[in-house]
């Protein structure tokens, strides 16, 4: 998978990359629940899984609620939560079982949580519940050209599973529900969901468009070695998205819906990678260090001996309705805690 580079800051960002992209993904089964009676106003033309999964007909998926079996790191014991069209999912590690080293690196490599998001999408004529993420591909390569390193990623459409005894078919996808520790959904605030709904269509229409497109995953962090920088990339839909922004800014620039306060900065994040416990444990491995080969360099030590800077992304204008400009990367664990969201009602 890994391409042998010459330059050293493309190193940095191809395993940064890698690392941010690791725990994204997956499906799961589970046990059986009450089925909600279906929404009348959905067409009722049959919609199975290979419309879904494989002819991308997102827009034929019902608007029925789906039984999400959740937990948080405090409560293990499962929950199940009543997921309604373009509710989030949000799920992450406690890194307390047993997980190979670059996916554990992963539990630390964004501040928060939370490591990862989805959104819920609706329900197919069986039933079985569909979320939307962007992933990178289970096969990707790394590739280095004129603009910068890139790795094959996109969105996909997977299985949640059912309220019913009816399971998933063998998933396509790199990494699945049941490998995190936690999961837990929430939603957005009442004035905020009721606008996305007069937008509904265009909000499916664009993921459909994205689907057969593939979109391209773009990298929320680049390097630069010549002015010895870590950037901060965020630059809407023009280049891509990360697992984090696709959804954030599908909302946004389908619907105008914005949320608050789901943003880190450049200050953040150099705290958190010198500071932190968690942020200061994250490293390049030995092996693909091509300054000290063998030698793991810690992010740490790379702002700090090294003298890199974090740097912010230049001000995006927003299509916000109070005209708001974003300055730094929107993450999992800030958009689960933004004030724009709250918590869903018990099922």
């Not at 968690?278 to 003298?307: A, C, M, W």
């Amino acid at each position: 998978m890994m391409k042998k580079f010459t330059h050293i800051g493309h190193i940095y960002s191809a395993l940064l990359f890698i690392a941010l992209l690791s725990g994204c993904g997956g499906s799961g089964n589970h046990s059986e629940q009450p089925t909600p009676a279906p929404d009348q106003n959905q067409s009722e033309q049959k919609v199975t899984y290979d419309d879904i999964i494989h002819n991308y007909r997102v827009d034929l998926l019902k608007n029925e609620t789906y039984y999400f079996p959740a937990n948080t790191p405090e409560n293990e014991k499962v929950a199940l939560q009543p997921l309604k069209q373009f509710d989030f999912i949000f799920v992450g590690h406690s890194g307390s079982h047993d997980i190979n080293e670059e996916r554990r690196l992963t539990t630390n490599i964004i501040p928060g949580t939370y490591t990862h998001m989805l959104m819920y999408i609706g329900k197919d004529s069986d039933g079985l519940a569909y979320g939307i993420e962007m992933n990178v591909d289970g096969n990707a390569t790394l590739e280095v050209g004129e603009n910068g390193v890139h790795i094959a990623g996109r969105p996909y459409v997977y299985c949640l599973g059912s309220d019913g005894t009816k399971t998933c078919p063998k998933d396509e996808y790199v990494w699945g529900l049941e490998t995190y520790d936690f999961l837990w959904g929430k939603e957005l605030a009442p004035s905020l969901y009721s606008q996305l709904l007069k937008h509904k269509n265009e909000i499916l229409t664009q993921i459909k468009k994205d689907l057969e497109n593939k979109f391209p995953f773009q990298l929320p962090i680049n390097f630069d070695l010549d002015k010895k920088t870590i950037n901060l990339v965020n630059d809407g839909r023009a280049n891509g998205a990360d697992c984090t922004a696709y959804i954030t800014l599908l909302l946004e620039e389908a619907a105008g819906v914005c949320m608050d306060d789901i943003v880190v900065n450049a200050d953040k994040m150099t705290d958190y990678y010198t500071h932190d416990p968690r942020g200061e444990s994250v490293y390049i491995p030995g092996k693909y260090n091509p300054v000290f080969p063998g030698q793991d360099l810690y992010l740490s030590e790379l702002l700090t001996t090294y003298h890199f800077t974090v740097v912010n992304n230049p001000p995006r204008q927003t299509q916000c309705s109070d005209g708001r400009k974003a300055v730094g990367i929107p993450i999992p664990d800030k958009v689960f805690h933004s004030p724009s969201l709250i918590e869903l009602p018990e099922a």
